[in-house]
């Protein structure tokens, strides 16, 4: 089974969100198995007026984890027929990124960026068997194009 990496790194919840029906869209044309990727910072303690900690880092870690899990668990409640896992990392969001690529060992990866929904994906081909894109699959990724015809018979839903 094929399977399909959302990168969705901190400030690009929105476009995530907003691109989330064409990239479940792909995944039901490919069969694909997806997994959502929320990578964030290591947060700080949250203190109040006074300066005392009311909740440590783990606890933030905690509740964070739980906004983006319920947050993309209500965006995917429709689309049941494409098997989605949701998974929060925290630490350096580049080195975080590139542990889920290599755990998860997509055969797609798809990152997003701060754009209008119809340009919110960029889709990079990894190889299934090497760890790290090479520069050359990266360039010819982006190259790559699915037809009009393709794209129709993918948001169609069975």
């Known amino acids: 089974m094929t399977r399909l990496l959302a990168l969705v790194?901190?400030?690009?919840?929105?476009?995530?969100?907003?691109?989330?029906?064409?990239?479940i869209a792909t995944a039901r044309?490919?069969?694909?198995?997806m997994r959502i990727a929320c990578i964030q910072p290591l947060p700080?303690?949250?203190?109040?007026?006074?300066?005392?900690?009311?909740?440590?880092?783990?606890?933030?870690?905690?509740?964070?984890?739980?906004?983006?899990?319920?947050?993309?668990?209500?965006?995917?409640?429709?689309?049941?027929?494409?098997?989605?896992?949701?998974v929060v990392r925290f630490g350096a969001p580049p080195r975080e990124a590139r542990i889920e690529t290599e755990a998860f060992a997509p055969h797609v990866v798809a990152r997003f960026e701060r754009?209008?929904?119809?340009?919110a994906i960029r889709y990079l081909l990894t190889g299934a068997r090497r760890s790290r894109p090479s520069a050359a699959s990266a360039s010819a990724a982006t190259r790559a194009t699915r037809s009009a015809a393709f794209w129709r018979r993918a948001m169609r839903v069975p």
């Not at 919840?13 to 907003?18: C, K, R, T």
């Not at 899990?69 to 049941?80: S, V």
């Not at 754009?115 to 340009?119: E, F, K, S, T, V």
């Open 9 to 23: 790194m901190p400030g690009q919840e929105a476009a995530a969100l907003a691109a989330l029906p064409a990239l």
């Open 29 to 33: 044309g490919d069969r694909a198995r």
């Open 44 to 86: 700080p303690p949250r203190e109040n007026e006074y300066g005392q900690v009311v909740a440590d880092t783990d606890r933030e870690m905690a509740r964070i984890t739980r906004i983006m899990e319920a947050t993309f668990a209500a965006a995917t409640r429709r689309f049941t027929d494409v098997p989605i896992e949701c």
């Open 115 to 119: 754009r209008p929904p119809l340009g």
